[in-house]
């Protein structure tokens, strides 16, 4: 009898032990879980972080683009002002001309 209690209180410590044995494991994994979470939270924030920089580049790069076309637009509008002032002035000498030689 005593032999059969040894043997119960054999498995029951060997029982403890694989308990204790899985426990570590779980706590083991749950901070691997943790970490690798902690890792992906702080990928997703870098990419973010470089989201929203290449965001205000392309703001900065468009606002830059519309500059540059509103000048190119201007410079354009002044060469047509000139080649038109430029068409007048001629235009009106020839008819001056035109009347010098009528004369």
Known sequence: ?????????????DHLRNLDRERHEAEIRFHDAV?????ERELY???RKKEDEVHGELQAKRKQAALLHEKA??????????????QRKEFLQSVVQQQ???L
């Open 73 to 86: 637009v201007q410079k354009q509008e002044k060469i047509w002002e000139e080649q038109e002032s430029q």
């Open 1 to 13: 009898e005593l032999q059969a209690e040894m043997k119960q209180v054999e498995d029951a410590m």
């Open 45 to 47: 924030e870098t990419m």
């Open 100 to 102: 010098q030689d009528d």
């Open 35 to 39: 970490a690798e979470g902690r890792q």
